[in-house]
């Protein structure tokens, strides 16, 4: 449970952090633009809408046990999503933007089938991989044949858009779940050379990404053209300083940043709220990615686990994608920062991953304690109502706990009379030991009923031996 609400409780912070920010770094930019109606809040106005449609999907979502998404319907979203991946394009549908044939124009809309690709292919990969893994019922050759048509078809299709930025981030998320999975090592190993290969032959083989890693290394070789919008993002860091020029005081966004409130939003926070702010957000998403964490560690079964952690991982991947991106650590790509930059589609694809992973919480459980393996193994005694676990077949042994009695109804005069033994012990009331007498009748005294009198207690070793009940004073003297 206290997994659970820590990230849903992160994710709603960080999702109106998001709407304050996408509001700050896009008001300028929409005031002065005739075709947004030289509105302020237009893109306010447009995440508003999107995260709430995101909000009900991911609600609806978490509402329902998460074997139907990542079991029984599995199958008929992937279809789905290979026939959105498919129809981005066909020319009726396709919209072109930044040498990228990505979204789907719905009327003032546009939707990116991709972002949810990534949970389609997450589900997926957890399905069969408990097949191969746990459950067994494949063999090696049918799990590769699987994982080629369910998983390398879609992001092939996403990889031919192109999105190389999306295609790396699953494939990252895939390799974590292959690890929790339990795959050899040496097989991660050799997924991930050919994958670092793969992704230099795919960076080098045009000119648009050839332009991009050379912009990493040296941005100020071109810095009125390919250089220019990272150099303005280091402007932006550089002016923030350790607490920022304050909310709302943003100067690059003035049109000297481009995309202030998507790609680049985390460099408004950073000119902003300053290093502090930041942090902060990165320390945000440290925490969601312990719960989501902590909830894969006790889902029930390894589909679970594998869905729990691979939405985490997607969330987090694509986070440090945008983030090194703009620090001008690896190349831009374009990713925005999950539920903080403005994207109708990435925001309703991260509140559905995180619908995800709450469906998995619902369904699990805490781990066990030493306690509750004691509460387990009492039982009550033959005739007496209380109650019992369900699944529970132990049959009914030594009562630890009776049933409970009110004051008013318990025997008067004799405390001991409601005292029983169960399955072993006399039914009757031991006698009470013997204060005075001979040896021989303690010693008779101490077998009775088949239990062991340890002799008289210690006031009654203070009056001495042989003395009588009222005669202790002349036994010492």
């Not at 994710?11 to 952090?17: A, D, H, K, S």
């Not at 402007?235 to 202030?260: D, R, T």
């Not at 539920?339 to 109708?344: N, P, R």
């Not at 399955?423 to 013997?434: I, N």
Request: glycine share 12%; aromatic share 10%; with cysteine.
């Amino acid at each position: 449970m206290k997994p659970r609400l820590i990230l849903i409780a992160v994710v709603i912070i960080l999702t109106c952090f998001g709407f304050l920010m996408v509001y700050s770094a896009s008001s300028i930019t929409s005031l002065t633009s005739d075709a947004l109606g030289n509105d302020p809040a237009y893109y306010l106005k447009r995440q508003l809408i999107f995260a709430a449609l995101g909000t009900g999907f991911a609600v609806f979502i978490a509402s329902r046990d998460y074997h139907l998404w990542g079991k029984r319907l599995v199958r008929i979203i992937w279809v789905l999503t290979i026939a959105l991946l498919l129809l981005i394009f066909l020319p009726i549908a396709g919209s072109d933007a930044y040498g990228a044939t990505r979204w789907i124009a719905i009327g003032p809309f546009t939707l990116q089938p991709s972002e949810f690709a990534k949970i389609t292919i997450i589900l997926v990969a957890a399905d069969l991989a408990e097949r191969y893994y746990d459950e067994q019922t494949m063999d090696f050759q049918d799990f590769v044949k699987n994982l080629a048509v369910f998983v390398g078809v879609p992001l092939v299709l996403i990889l031919l858009q192109p999105d190389k930025g999306s295609t790396l981030i699953i494939a990252a998320t895939l390799i974590v779940m292959a690890y929790l999975a339990g795959m050899d090592r040496r097989w991660i190993l050799v997924v991930l050379a050919v994958g670092v290969v793969g992704v230099l032959v795919l960076s080098l083989k045009d000119d648009y990404s050839r332009a991009r890693i050379v912009t990493m290394l040296d941005p100020w070789s071109d810095p009125t053209g390919s250089g220019y919008q990272l150099i303005q993002g280091f402007y932006a860091f550089g002016s923030g300083g350790l607490f920022g020029v304050g909310l709302g005081m943003s100067k690059q966004k003035y049109s000297y940043l481009p995309m202030a409130y998507n790609d680049f939003i985390f460099a408004v926070v950073g000119e902003e709220l300053g290093l502090v702010g930041t942090l902060g957000v990165l320390a945000a998403f440290g925490v969601l990615a312990w719960a989501g964490f902590r909830i894969a560690r006790y889902a029930p079964d390894m589909c679970g686990r594998l869905i729990a952690a691979g939405c985490t991982s997607l969330i987090i991947i694509q986070l440090l994608v945008n983030v090194c991106g703009v620090l001008g650590i690896i190349p831009l790509s374009g990713k925005p920062v999950p539920f903080v930059s403005y994207g109708g589609s990435t925001i309703m694809s991260c509140l559905m991953l995180v619908g995800m992973i709450v469906s998995v919480s619902k369904h699990s459980t805490l781990p066990e304690t030493v306690h509750d393996r004691s509460r387990q193994s009492w039982q009550f005694a033959d005739g007496e109502e209380g109650p019992r676990d369900a699944s529970s077949s132990a049959s009914p042994g030594i009562s630890l706990v009776g049933t409970p009695t009110p004051r008013s109804a318990r025997p008067r005069g004799d405390a001991g009379a409601g005292l029983r033994m169960v399955d072993g012990g006399s039914q009757a009331r031991p006698q009470a030991r013997p204060r005075s007498g001979s040896s021989r009748a303690s010693r008779q005294g101490r077998y009775e009923g088949g239990r062991i009198d340890l002799g008289p207690s210690a006031a009654e070793r203070l009056r001495g031996r042989g003395s009588g009940r009222g005669d202790g004073r002349r036994g010492r003297n």
